[in-house]
């Protein structure tokens, strides 16, 4: 019998410190799959990248790494990573992280029902919600929900849909604006068109984009944004970053 060099972890790690009090109008954000930080070079992109960005929405980050000063001494982001498993030879843990210059007003993760074969490890969603208004104002009610997510790859179309499905959940009760990103592994039509027929049931747009396919995902887009009630004002592909198996994307919004 093969063992797993990963344990499950499935937790909740918070980091750094939010240098704003709410978001909006216009919001700066950044999508990328970050390859567990394997890549030399990678953090002197990253700072580059995420210098005027109010949201950051990472998948395969690491914690217990060379890099968690940088999170943990932030002083424009609050850091939230949902760890979903370690490595026992080195105890660095993956999972998705969101970072935003907004604290945010509440957080939940949650692992997949179902664990990628052989490595048997899950892969996680993160929830946050953030507040649009400035403090003061009568009517501070309105909030952005953002869902950051990893989506299970290696197994049945059952199992990806049962994850798909976990993760459209967490978005039934938010009447607000909200915004649903990630890598969502879609490498074929069925993944893909079952994950638009549930966009399009929650009423979610996707932002459109000019990319170029990678041969290492069967030439097909696995990074994708939806959005409801936020205006998309600028989107760009980083292709000539190189430090990821993953282009980053930068994404410019706006919410009145």
């Known amino acids: 019998m093969i063992k797993s060099r990963y344990n499950t972890v499935e937790s909740l790690k918070i980091m750094g410190d939010a240098s704003k009090d709410f978001l909006g109008p216009n919001i700066n954000i950044l999508l ?6 394997k890549k030399t070079g990678w953090l002197e992109d990253f700072i580059t990248l995420t210098e005027n960005k109010d949201l950051v929405l990472l998948q395969e980050a690491v914690v ?25 030879q080195t105890n660095i843990e993956t ?23 052989i ?18 104002q009568d009517n501070c009610e309105r909030s952005l929900l953002v869902v950051n ?12 849909k049962d994850h798909l499905d976990q993760i459209f959940k967490t978005l039934a009760n938010h009447k ?13 039509r069925k993944r893909l068109k079952y994950f638009k027929s549930l966009a399009l049931s929650f009423s979610l747009t996707e932002v459109k984009m000019i990319r170029q396919p990678k041969v290492g995902h069967l ?19 980083h292709t000539d970053i190189n430090t990821s198996d993953h282009y980053p994307i930068s994404l410019s919004v706006r919410i009145d």
């Open 32 to 37: 990328w799959n970050v390859f567990k930080c």
């Open 64 to 88: 217990n790494s060379p890099f968690d000063n940088h999170f943990n001494l932030s002083k424009q982001h609050q850091w939230i990573m949902a760890r979903s498993f370690r490595d026992i």
């Open 219 to 237: 030439l097909q887009h696995l990074d994708h944004i939806y959005y409801r009630g936020i205006e998309i004002t600028n989107v760009q592909v």
């Open 119 to 136: 490595s048997n490890t899950k892969k996680m969603l993160l929830k946050t919600v953030y507040p649009l208004c400035q403090l003061g």
């Open 176 to 188: 607000g604006p909200m915004l649903l990103a990630g890598d969502f592994n879609t490498w074929n």
């Open 149 to 160: 997510t990893h989506l299970i790859n290696f197994v049945s179309f059952e199992k990806f």
């Open 95 to 117: 999972g998705v992280k969101t970072g935003s210059t907004v604290a945010t007003q509440d957080h939940y993760c949650s692992a997949s029902k179902h664990a990628e074969p």
